[in-house]
């Protein structure tokens, strides 16, 4: 049920887009993320945009699951 | 990132997290996920087998399909027998049993009910359909309830008076603390749900933690993310440190989503809720708010839908225990007998999310 899934914005139109999720097009309402634009992946559940993903924080993620180190920062 | 998900898919750097977890050898830990779809990708990538042995998974009431109350499924099946109503709603609903019948079996019968991805598609099916009343079964928590309450929302904007809305919606705080406040479950660590989380952010997580001094992990769902979350939580159990880590920041922020938030609460609010299996959770509910009551099935079909909230256990059936971490799906003696994703005695083998469907599934 909460299976949500990453998108491309590749077209949008006020709030109606058409998001690329890995090749396949599908429209969707972008009313809940009124700030993601043209180019923006966000992740998309039920037919909406649910929040824009951040390409830092994700390369940030990686880098800590490559360190291994003891996580002691938060 | 090229698309967010291979990156965290990555075979080579899930294994080197899960050798590192390997050389764990603290305490016996045992770690509850709180979240339908972490308990399918940790079944589906075979995590419980990379684990060390004295770290135990378990899974929690993270599936609102399992913890609707078989009451909600016989008024729907009531409302689908009304020659009048479109029955609309999401696919894992549409085989749990209720006390004598499921919706699938109503739609054999001849009952007009319809799966949709969106709960935006029912209010194009209710002005395509003006002799006809849709009803939709709004079941789901945090990440779904803002886009139920977006179609109430694009229905009265359209002046429609042909939708209404079953609303069995439920929130994750109350149900969190009241499973971190059983002693008679001991849980080591949270893995904290994704995207849930996208929407409420993660404040209420570090109140848990205080409380009731269990860390948490809010993690992603590819195997990296899963796995990198266990090897924390052990880091942080095993010292007894009871902290909050963010490890999904690519999607989740401190605040969560307040677009999301804000229609939530335009269209619902807070109410008293059954949970299969955990009993009554004071405001861990949602029902449509005054202002969309003209919306809410439960008023405009009082005679089908005044049972709605009971909870009815099939006698043996051991989803309750499962819910609450208390039993995995093997311990149940109707699990892959009486009980198999074809024929289910409970709404933990028929969800998508369930705990009993993921074991049967994968048989991790």
């Given at each position: 049920?909460?299976?949500?899934?990453?998108?491309?914005?590749?077209?949008?139109?006020?709030?109606?887009?058409?998001?690329?999720?890995?090749?396949?097009?599908?429209?969707?309402?972008?009313?809940?993320?009124?700030?993601?634009?043209?180019?923006?992946?966000?992740?998309?559940h039920?037919?909406?945009?649910?929040?824009?993903?951040?390409?830092?924080?994700?390369?940030?993620?990686i880098?800590?699951?490559?360190?291994?180190?003891?996580?002691?920062?938060? | 990132?090229?698309?967010?998900?291979?990156?965290?898919?990555?075979?080579?750097?899930?294994?080197?997290?899960?050798?590192?977890?390997?050389?764990y050898?603290?305490?016996?830990?045992?770690?509850?996920?709180?979240?339908?779809?972490?308990?399918?990708?940790?079944?589906?990538?075979?995590?419980?087998?990379?684990?060390?042995?004295?770290?135990?998974?378990?899974?929690?009431?993270?599936?609102?399909?399992?913890?609707?109350?078989?009451?909600?499924?016989?008024?729907?099946?009531?409302?689908?027998?009304?020659?009048?109503?479109?029955?609309?709603?999401?696919?894992?609903l549409?085989?749990?049993?209720?006390?004598?019948?499921?919706?699938?079996?109503?739609?054999?019968?001849?009952?007009?009910?319809?799966?949709?991805?969106?709960?935006?598609?029912?209010?194009?099916?209710?002005?395509?359909?003006?002799?006809?009343?849709?009803?939709?079964?709004?079941v789901?928590?945090?990440?779904?309830?803002?886009?139920?309450?977006?179609?109430?929302?694009?229905?009265?904007?359209?002046?429609?008076?042909?939708?209404?809305?079953?609303?069995?919606?439920?929130?994750m705080?109350?149900a969190?603390?009241?499973?971190?406040?059983?002693?008679?479950?001991?849980?080591?660590?949270?893995?904290?749900?994704?995207h849930?989380?996208?929407?409420?952010?993660?404040?209420?997580?570090?109140?848990?933690?205080?409380?009731?001094?269990?860390?948490?992990?809010?993690a992603?769902?590819?195997?990296?993310?899963?796995?990198?979350?266990?090897?924390?939580?052990?880091?942080?159990?095993?010292?007894?440190?009871?902290?909050?880590?963010?490890?999904?920041?690519?999607?989740?922020?401190?605040?969560?989503n307040?677009?999301?938030?804000?229609?939530m609460?335009?269209?619902?609010?807070?109410?008293?809720?059954v949970?299969?299996?955990?009993?009554?959770?004071?405001?861990?509910?949602?029902?449509?708010?005054?202002?969309?009551?003209?919306?809410d099935?439960?008023?405009?079909?009082?005679?089908?839908?005044?049972?709605?909230?009971?909870?009815?256990?099939?006698?043996?059936?051991?989803?309750?225990?499962?819910?609450?971490?208390?039993?995995?799906?093997?311990?149940?003696?109707?699990?892959?007998?009486?009980?198999?994703?074809?024929?289910?005695?409970?709404?933990?083998?028929?969800?998508?999310?369930?705990?009993?469907?993921?074991?049967?599934?994968?048989?991790?």
């Amino acid at each position: 049920m909460c299976l949500s899934i990453p998108g491309k914005i590749v077209e949008l139109n006020g709030t109606d887009a058409v998001v690329d999720i890995m090749g396949a097009l599908r429209g969707i309402s972008t009313e809940l993320v009124p700030d993601a634009g043209l180019g923006d992946y966000v992740l998309i559940h039920a037919g909406c945009a649910i929040q824009k993903l951040d390409e830092e924080e994700a390369a940030n993620t990686i880098q800590l699951f490559k360190d291994l180190k003891e996580v002691m920062n938060g | 990132m090229v698309n967010y998900i291979d990156e965290f898919r990555n075979p080579e750097l899930s294994a080197a997290i899960a050798e590192k977890l390997a050389e764990y050898s603290g305490r016996p830990l045992t770690i509850m996920e709180v979240c339908g779809t972490h308990t399918m990708s940790i079944s589906r990538y075979g995590i419980r087998s990379l684990l060390p042995e004295c770290i135990r998974l378990v899974s929690g009431p993270g599936c609102p399909v399992c913890v609707t109350p078989a009451g909600y499924m016989d008024a729907a099946v009531k409302l689908a027998q009304n020659p009048e109503i479109i029955i609309t709603t999401f696919g894992d609903l549409i085989r749990v049993p209720g006390s004598t019948s499921s919706l699938a079996a109503a739609k054999a019968l001849g009952a007009d009910v319809r799966i949709i991805y969106s709960p935006l598609d029912c209010v194009r099916l209710a002005e395509e359909n003006p002799g006809k009343k849709v009803v939709f079964l709004s079941v789901g928590f945090e990440t779904t309830t803002p886009v139920s309450a977006l179609a109430v929302t694009h229905a009265a904007e359209k002046g429609l008076d042909n939708f209404f809305v079953l609303a069995a919606n439920k929130t994750m705080p109350q149900a969190l603390k009241l499973l971190a406040g059983d002693s008679s479950i001991r849980i080591d660590g949270y893995i904290y749900p994704g995207h849930v989380s996208t929407i409420t952010g993660t404040k209420v997580y570090a109140e848990v933690a205080q409380a009731y001094g269990i860390p948490g992990v809010v993690a992603g769902f590819e195997p990296a993310d899963i796995l990198h979350a266990i090897l924390t939580l052990a880091e942080l159990a095993d010292k007894r440190e009871a902290r909050v880590i963010n490890e999904y920041s690519r999607a989740v922020r401190e605040e969560g989503n307040p677009a999301a938030l804000d229609k939530m609460y335009e269209v619902f609010e807070p109410c008293d809720s059954v949970w299969r299996g955990l009993g009554t959770i004071p405001t861990s509910g949602l029902r449509l708010a005054p202002k969309y009551a003209s919306f809410d099935a439960a008023k405009a079909f009082p005679g089908e839908t005044a049972d709605a909230d009971k909870d009815i256990e099939p006698k043996g059936c051991r989803c309750a225990e499962i819910l609450k971490g208390k039993a995995v799906p093997s311990d149940c003696p109707f699990f892959g007998n009486a009980c198999t994703p074809v024929k289910p005695v409970g709404a933990c083998m028929v969800s998508s999310e369930g705990s009993c469907a993921a074991y049967y599934r994968y048989k991790a």
